[in-house]
């Protein structure tokens, strides 16, 4: 009976939750077509949410989170797969409902795996983890609308977060002129270090105007805040341009009004990576392949063990992680 280690989430009778790391057996795992060593997760922020017992996430404590993995295959039930295997699986229901990849093993339907790119290995593919396959789908969609680097900047919210600096650096790599929103000011060397031309303060977009346009700043964003956030930079975005939301870090409501819409034909994007078709997940894996070798990926990541990732998500729920956290599960 193989033994391994995992962040194991329980729910207290008085509604607390404890996290630890615990040994398991790959007997506690669910059934499914595709055993998997995992090698390396990410952590993002619905990791911290499942970890710190949101239900909207995770119903059934206890439970093994994450929603990210890389690995090698270990035993198969399908042809499409073979031991040895090298495979990502991010989103549908692992780290949810389903034991997830902050566990050395994962058993998953073969309908959730995806080969790993050839020019990428199991490390590469989490320094992007479900953070980056939700830029690149945010970036695939604005330019499926159009979007070009000489139609101007494109702003990025909670530049710091996983998606946000994931999306910094493939845009600035892509020849945009990218503009960082966030709350860490400090962080600003860093941003530019990443992709971003200039950084400037979130507090500016989070403050609430009656004014049903303001000035229009900019060809395209990426939010992952929601809220009053979102509500300003529709009315920041020129005509025809495009915002990508995909996150609620601030609020799942925002205080909007059709006048971007129907006044500058802003068009406001929605981006699940979760849900979506294995194709479409395929294809934007293979466009993240292709930019694995960049330098800022390296650099906007922070590796660390199974035994760290307690203290990680911890300092996502409090919003003040300023590197996307990649784990090393060996
Ligand atoms: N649609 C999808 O498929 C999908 C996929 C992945 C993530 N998401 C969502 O996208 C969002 C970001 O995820 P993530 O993993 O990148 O999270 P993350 O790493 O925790 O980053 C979120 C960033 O947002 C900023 N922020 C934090 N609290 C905020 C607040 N109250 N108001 C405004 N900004 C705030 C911070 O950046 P600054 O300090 O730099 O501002 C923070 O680093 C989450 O809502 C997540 O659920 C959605």
């Given amino acids: 009976m193989t033994k391994y280690r995992a962040l194991f989430v329980e729910e207290a009778e008085d509604k607390n939750y404890t996290q630890a790391l615990v040994e398991r057996s ?11 060593r995992v090698e390396y997760s990410s952590l993002n922020f619905k990791d911290a949410l499942s970890a710190h017992g949101n239900k909207g996430v995770t119903r059934q404590f206890p439970h093994q989170p994450g929603i990210d993995a890389a690995g090698a295959v270990e035993q198969s039930d ?7 295997d090298s495979v990502i699986v991010t989103g549908y229901d692992l780290g949810m409902n389903t034991a997830g990849g902050l566990g050395q093993y994962i058993r998953v339907p073969a309908s959730w795996v995806i080969p790993c790119p050839t020019e990428m290995n199991a490390k590469q593919a989490m320094h992007f983890g479900t953070a980056g396959l939700t830029a690149q789908l945010c970036i695939n969609k604005l330019e499926k609308m159009g979007l070009t680097p000489s139609q101007g900047k494109v702003l990025v919210t909670g530049a710091s977060g996983g998606v946000g600096s994931i999306a910094v650096a493939l845009l600035a790599h892509a020849g945009y002129e990218v503009v960082a929103s966030t709350g860490k000011l400090e962080q600003t060397d860093y941003l530019q270090s990443i992709g971003a031309k200039s950084v400037i303060d979130r507090a500016n977009l989070q403050e609430e105007s ?18 009053v956030t979102l509500a300003n930079v529709l009315k920041s975005v020129k005509h025809s341009g495009s915002v990508a939301a995909c996150g609620l870090v601030e609020n799942p409501n925002y205080p909007g009004s059709v006048f971007p819409h129907i006044l500058r034909n802003v068009n406001l994007l929605g981006v699940d990576s979760v849900e979506i078709p294995l194709e479409e997940k395929r294809t934007a894996w293979e466009q993240l392949a292709m930019v694995a070798s960049l330098p800022a990926l390296a650099a906007l990541n922070q590796e660390i063990k199974l035994d760290d990732v307690v203290s990680a998500l911890t300092s996502i729920v409090e919003g003040n992680a300023t590197r996307h956290f990649l784990v090393d599960m060996l």
């Fill in 210 to 227: 009656k004014r049903p346009l303001g000035q229009a700043d900019y060809a395209a964003a990426i939010d992952v805040a929601g809220g």
């Fill in 26 to 36: 790959i007997d506690d795992l669910p059934k499914g077509e595709i055993l998997i």
């Fill in 78 to 84: 399908v042809d499409a797969f073979a031991p040895g």
